[in-house]
């Protein structure tokens, strides 16, 4: 399931209808017209005071969804080589890349930063990504020592959740650059999902919390948990993120309609 759609003008004509012509405040008719979005288009008849009264709610409630669509914009679906490879907004599927057999846990994310991209590309791995990232080359590794910096300067480590029983395991890694009060999609992880903010703030909605993730902050997940990912704060996010999963599902799913109730992150 995508996140909230953009509330409409037939929910506010919806919401005026209940909560103000059923109150006898108006004389008020109306009628169906082909306009778009399918929706209604109302008219009334006050006289003084009521007519204020109106004015009033129409007010009230344009506000609040005027509130709630700028919480509820989407943000662009991650794809391959999006506008954030060339400095633009979006987010990007790095690389996706399988795992060797001898990880063991307890696994870690570590996070390190380099110079340059000749030498984060002399220090890949078989449990490693480098890549160029707003304005500065990384090299992400999951394993299960980070004492050893591959040669470039230590950022953070997060210590990853157990992962589910699998026979083979991948790492996708992403990278973000997302406008403020834009939203993921809700969708879960067949694997842990862990996030580092570049800059920026962040924060994840689950069943069991809101997890605000500010600049330089990490946060790591459970293999299955429902979420939603908010640009919170006044700019935009700038973020890593890795997804270390099951190699015989897809890495995420989106949900269907009814899934679990999320905390907010407002």
């Not at 709610?57 to 506000?63: E, F, R």
Request: proline share 8%; net charge neutral; hydrophobic share 35%.
């Amino acid at each position: 399931m995508e996140a909230p759609t953009r509330l409409t003008s037939i929910s506010i004509l919806s919401h005026f209808d209940r909560g103000v012509i059923r109150q006898g405040m108006c004389r008020e008719y109306w009628r169906r017209v082909a306009v778009p979005r399918g929706s209604l288009r109302m008219s009334f008849v006050c006289e003084g005071q009521e007519m204020r009264n109106v004015h009033s709610v129409i007010g009230s409630i344009a506000i609040m969804v005027l509130s709630r669509v700028a919480y509820a914009e989407l943000e662009p679906s991650c794809t391959a080589n999006s506008p954030e490879r060339h400095g633009e907004l979006g987010c990007t599927l790095v690389e996706n890349k399988s795992l060797p057999e001898t990880l063991r846990a307890p696994l870690f994310w570590h996070i390190d930063r380099y110079d340059s991209g000749e030498s984060a590309r002399a220090a890949v791995a078989p449990a490693s990504v480098a890549l160029e990232a707003h304005g500065v080359w990384w090299l992400l590794t999951i394993e299960s020592q980070v004492g050893n910096h591959h040669g470039g300067r230590h950022v953070t480590e997060v210590e990853l959740p157990p992962l589910p029983p699998a026979p083979k395991y991948s790492m996708l890694v992403m990278s973000a650059y997302i406008q403020p009060g834009q939203t993921s999609r809700v969708h879960y992880h067949s694997g842990v999902e862990a996030f580092y903010t570049v800059d920026g703030e962040q924060c994840l909605e689950t069943p069991s919390g809101a997890h605000k993730i500010p600049m330089g902050g990490t946060l790591a997940v459970p293999a299955g948990v429902t979420m939603r990912l908010v640009a919170t704060g006044s700019k935009p996010r700038r973020a890593l993120a890795v997804i270390v999963y099951d190699s015989s599902q897809p890495p995420t799913t989106r949900t269907e309609t009814g899934g679990p109730q999320l905390a907010s992150c407002q």
